[in-house]
């Protein structure tokens, strides 16, 4: 299975190109770097979508606002970079199933760690007092962290992890977020929105 231009995803809903094929790891470097991803349910068929507008985050742009700043120092998190990926996502996948269901099946976990192994997938930990209480994971292709899922047990976890990511960008080699839908969380930290070519635009650029 090849992928459809994704001129040709569909308005409604919004940014589904095709479905079928599998989650190999040759299969999903070629979607993300089309800027396609699967997003689906338990027993449904694998769909892909590439949506339109894109929500991104430039590192520079994140809003490192002062109250969490004061709140990643009183609670004394430590950010840990691809030290526990798979308990990670099997945390992101337990916890948005316990609140609204999830895409993070297991075919999805077993997929995702694959790409891992193979330094295509990234994720990073947040630490209390040794504990680990929340995170972030997602793709990487050459300059691009193609954002999957976030989690905190605790208030701030999360924002810990996106914060230390976007300060480190340089460490970490990346120069553009793919958030993929419009949130007001994200957009409320310094995301923004792009239309599908402009997003496709860049990321010819930054997967090189």
């Known amino acids: 299975m090849d992928f459809p231009d994704v001129t040709e995803a569909l308005d409604d809903p919004n940014g589904l190109l095709c479905a079928g094929g599998d989650l190999s790891p040759e299969r999903l470097r070629l ?4 800027g396609i991803f699967p997003w689906f349910s338990k027993g449904e068929q694998i769909l892909w979508w590439s949506p339109d507008p894109r929500l991104v985050l430039e590192p520079s742009a994140f809003k490192f606002r002062r109250s969490l700043k004061q709140a990643i120092k009183k609670q004394g998190f430590e950010i840990r970079t691809n030290t526990q990926f798979e308990t990670l996502i099997r945390l992101c996948a337990s916890t948005r199933e316990n609140d609204e269901g999830t895409w993070i099946t297991e075919e999805m976990i077993q997929a995702y760690i694959v790409l891992h192994r193979e330094g295509c997938a990234i994720s990073l930990e947040t630490y209390r007092q040794d504990e680990l209480v929340g995170g972030l994971y997602g793709v990487k292709l050459g300059q691009v962290l193609f954002g999957e899922s976030m989690v905190s047990l605790i208030p701030d976890a999360s924002k810990a992890a996106l914060a230390s990511l976007c300060q480190e960008s340089e460490h970490h080699q990346i120069r553009l977020i793919d958030c993929q839908v419009p949130t ?8 923004s929105l792009i239309t599908r070519a402009e997003f496709v635009e860049q990321i010819n650029e930054l997967t090189i």
């Open 31 to 34: 979607a993300y770097s089309r």
């Open 184 to 191: 007001s969380h994200l957009e409320s930290l310094g995301a």
